[in-house]
């Protein structure tokens, strides 16, 4: 019933955004295991219109929130205000109490706002004055960011990049899709209203049914290796990579890439894990958690060739 649901959800979406299978994909273990995805390309790649297409699928409150040099935590989570008729304060809520979040251009905006969206992603909580309040779930950020235009922006810090479960790349579309993104976009009267069809109960759903795929010990133990391969390169005859690792993946890789293979089997119809899901998932959650070196900068060595010679000698079982 439910991989019918999302059969639909691919349906509806493809009415709007051309191609970017994978990025469909990956949003969608994104919201079925509760995992932020951080979304990197250069413009009109559609990442802002696939998330807002993805929010209008789904009986869910949704927020879009541009992040600016000059925004504040107040206007993220919200603030304060004095009331002269009570005599009193009363709390204002910021736009990150919602279900969905789609932080675009995360990396605009200066660290105390990024702390306060750290928090929110974390805890699910957010603090106003003295008070702690609990966000409504789900709660999933899906931000962007624009890795060409350099001037203005705040690199994320490492703990707050560790908090996505994804950095997935978004490529460009092949020749035929961008012929029919050109013919759709050219009819200036061209317009889809996105039907809903997931709703909250749907969502909870899934997760449990993800919650349930099998994975076997083998391949529990085929993530660990990898994982700590990316930390002991050298125990895994991988001396060329050892030279340009700085630190390896943290355990919330561990975690999430479990997670989201379960999620990948569970799309593709099984209640079990196989080999491949471990390795087709395992760049988008590896990539942005290895720090390499200086000298892996300065000989152009990229995160995800690493990754693949870690993938190809990294034994099963």
Do not use: C, W
């Given at each position: ?16 955004v ?5 990025l ?5 273990i ?7 995805v ?6 009109g ?60 251009e ?37 931000a ?23 950095k ?5 579309l ?12 050219s009819?200036?009267?061209?317009e ?34 990898l ?6 390169p ?24 479990n ?19 471990i ?8 990539n ?6 200086y ?5 152009g ?17």
């Amino acid at each position: 019933m439910y991989l019918e649901k999302i059969k639909d959800v691919l349906d509806e979406m493809g009415k709007v955004v051309v191609g970017q299978d994978k990025l469909l994909n990956r949003l969608l273990i994104g919201l079925f295991t509760g995992g932020h995805v951080l979304l990197e390309g250069v413009p009109g790649l559609a990442k802002t219109l696939t998330i807002n297409s993805l929010a209008k699928v789904l009986h869910l409150d949704f927020r879009r929130i541009q992040f600016t040099p000059d925004l504040l935590p107040a206007d993220l989570i919200g603030t304060m205000i004095y009331k002269p008729k009570i005599g009193d304060y009363e709390v204002k809520k910021g736009p990150i109490f919602s279900n969905i979040i789609l932080a675009d251009e995360v990396n605009r905006s200066p660290a105390k706002v990024q702390s306060a969206l750290l928090e929110a992603m974390q805890e699910k909580q957010v603090t106003i004055g003295d008070e702690t309040y609990q966000l409504d779930r789900p709660f999933v950020v899906l931000a962007t960011q624009n890795p060409v235009e350099q001037e203005g922006t705040y690199p994320l810090p490492e703990a707050q990049i560790d908090r996505f479960m994804m950095k997935v790349y978004v490529d460009y579309l092949n020749k035929q899709e961008e012929l029919e993104v050109m013919r759709r976009m050219s009819d200036i009267s061209y317009e889809y209203q996105i039907k809903p069809i997931l709703n909250k109960e749907d969502i909870f759903a899934i997760r449990e049914k993800v919650n349930n795929v099998n994975i076997s010990d083998t391949l529990e133990r085929y993530i660990i290796e990898l994982v700590f391969a990316t930390r002991r390169p050298l125990e895994y005859n991988l001396k060329e990579e050892a030279r340009y690792i700085q630190f390896g993946v943290s355990p919330r890789a561990t975690i999430y890439l479990n997670r989201a293979a379960k999620a990948l089997a569970f799309l593709e119809g099984r209640d079990y894990v196989l080999p491949e899901d471990i390795k087709e998932l395992a760049p988008d959650i590896m990539n942005h958690r290895i720090l390499l070196n200086y000298e892996a900068e300065a000989d152009g060595v990229r995160t995800l060739s690493i990754i693949e010679s870690i993938l190809s000698k990294v034994a099963i079982g």
